[in-house]
């Protein structure tokens, strides 16, 4: 697809919005974080979506979100993680989970994975209020950086399950190489 730079970055209709590339970095508005680079997308009447650009060699324990959510992975692949269990997420792939779930997500690969994330309720913030919001979370983060909870896969120990599950991919020419040579 041809990129236009006289295109907006979203078109609205009456009752309609339209986000024209979710890939372009240029044009969509983002915080980079240590889970990935963090962006608001589209609000409607009661739902929303933003998208995670999630670096190779991420780790994100598992955590839980107060709403529940469908992550779709629109490119690059990574694992997703929930009560210990492991999945293989690819383009295309599609999950749901359930207010409070915990889920966890780690990208044992060298190619970052890009995903949306939509919301079945809208929160009060604009787009200002949401990269507001994401940078006081990058404090946060880096703050539990430094206090030890790791954010890389390198930074686990060997025998760590997200690395043993990492190994059993057996694709060790897509697989980081301290995953590969292990």
């Given at each position: ?11 609205s209709w009456s009752g ?97 994975a890009f995903i949306l ?66």
């Open positions: 697809m041809e990129k236009h730079d006289n295109i907006p970055r979203v078109v309609i919005r339209i986000v024209n590339d979710v890939l372009d970095e240029r044009s969509n508005p983002c915080v980079q974080t240590l889970e990935g680079r963090i962006g608001p997308l589209l609000k409607g009447d009661g739902s929303q979506a933003h998208f995670i650009e999630m670096p190779p060699d991420l780790y994100c324990e598992e955590h839980s979100h107060a709403t529940e959510s469908l992550i779709f992975t629109v490119k690059g692949r990574w694992v997703l993680c929930s009560s210990g269990r492991r999945h293989l997420m690819q383009p295309g792939s599609l999950f749901w989970f359930k207010a409070g779930t915990p889920t966890g997500y780690e990208v044992p690969f060298f190619e970052p994330i939509f919301k079945g309720v809208k929160d009060d913030l604009d787009d200002k209020g949401f990269l507001e919001y994401l940078e006081t979370l990058q404090q946060r983060l880096e703050k539990a950086h430094a206090d030890g909870t790791p954010f890389k896969m390198s930074e686990l120990c060997q025998d760590h399950p997200a690395r043993i599950f990492a190994r059993s991919l057996q694709d060790s020419n897509s697989l980081r190489p301290d995953e590969s040579d292990m």
